[in-house]
């Protein structure tokens, strides 16, 4: 898994000045996989996102805007998707801006963001991606996780000589700002099993239950095998054994931990 | 007169075992821990809050109806709370605990269902029958802030070491010369008091040759075992009292 991960998002970045434009060229080498593992489903999004140097990244919102930033702080140039033709991974990119554009984002870092945009409802199908079943692929509608890749350094400086390899290495994905944890509302011990009712599910998440016989040995691995879908409308029920070595149970989101581990 | 009916009551208190089990904050953790009852009580710590509670950051308590898992107990078992001066009974009855009525007198309990137990509260269970038997108690891990326990100015709670696993030093507690803590040891009970010069609970105990009461300072700090519990009297007077029971945990 992680030798999977580290080869996740090897991309490509080079800057080349054309007259007055500033050609910014991005790929991924791929595959690209979710938190959850899977490979990055055809038309999953990517997002060029710029970071002023020494602010942290706040991530994205569910509805695919940035969190907590103005645009002096971070801005998405643009967001991009994979195509039919380059299955798990984005392909060759160009983002072309004005010099003078450019050279605002001196002092920046620009990074290559994978997000996931899966649809709960159709996961149990073949899959698909908001982008997928839009009618527009301009901007995702719901992003249940991202992917940063490592940071690249980004100078107008001698940019048209720019051609410059990175490596993007994979993180956690991160839930989007704005999603309310999950609230255990009951649990009830019956034959030997635990019987959990949780609400205040997100339907662009996945929920697990972890256990282990303290807080602190809980199994995420194990969690993250039998996820459910979150839904707003309804609270999920998990049906967990009991016995010594699971008596404490958390639920967690999106199988993250799996990826953690 | 007070202090000697509490000890006759604790004397009665029944042996204590817990499978052994980490209790630390973790949001949106749920536990069920295993406890073996003995006739004719037991005591029984307040680990959990109400399951779905986190939602109320301030919640810090959960019922005798939520906590104690239903199938695994028998007709007439019995749920003891300490309330205001007086003990608070529920019966298990007819599938339910039901309020055991204590007279014309008293007032009577609220229904299990609303009554709330206190994070590191103490509860007698009593059995029965005389045979031991195992109960399961379940609920919510309360958030790392709320991992406390509170006692107001003139009120006598009984506590118990909500961290299973763990021992509790009593010197984390830092009292008054007016309060009292008596330490629930298995028939007998040890009384406690301050000495806020030292910053120490000492032995207070009776010397039947001199017919007084004197102190004892013990080289080693008095420890409340793991499931140990002990009456906390707060003096009136004072403002209230707060155990924190995760940074003893953690001063370990």
Known sequence: MRKNLVALVVAALSLVAVADKVTLKFATKGPDRYADGAVVLEGEYYALVWVKDGVTFKGFNADGTLAGHDAAEARILTFRTSGRDTPGRLGPNNYQLDTSEAERLNGGTVKLFVLDTRLASKRELAGATAAGLADSVNFPRAVNGYGEATSVAFSMMGASAAASSITFAATVSQIPQGVKKPVIKSIVVKGGFAYLTVAETDPCLQYTVAAGDSPATMAQAKAAENPQNGDRARELLF??????????????????????? | MKLKMWVMLLAAGGGFALQAARVVQSENTVGVLRLKTAAPRTMVPVPFVAVGSHATETESAITVDRMVQKENVAWLDSVESWKGGKYDIWSFDNGAWTVSKSGAVDAEPPPAREAPLAFGEGVWFSPNSENAGEILVMGQLPKAASLTTTI???????????????????????????DTILVVAGETTKTYKYDETQKKWFLY??????????????????????GGAFWYTR??????LTVNWLAAAAGE
């Open chain 1, 239 to 261: 049906v967990v054994p009991v016995d010594d070595a699971r008596r404490f149970f958390q639920v967690n989101r999106n199988g993250l931990e799996r990826l953690a581990k």
């Open chain 2, 152 to 178: 107001q100015p003139g009120e006598q709670k009984l506590l118990a070491n909500p961290l299973p696993e763990q021992t509790f030093e009593l010197n984390r507690i830092e009292g008054s010369a007016r």
């Open chain 2, 205 to 226: 105990s009776y010397d039947s040759e001199s017919k007084k009461w004197g102190r004892t300072y013990s080289k080693e700090n008095p420890i409340l075992p793991r």
């Open chain 2, 235 to 240: 003096a009136t007077g004072l403002g209230p």
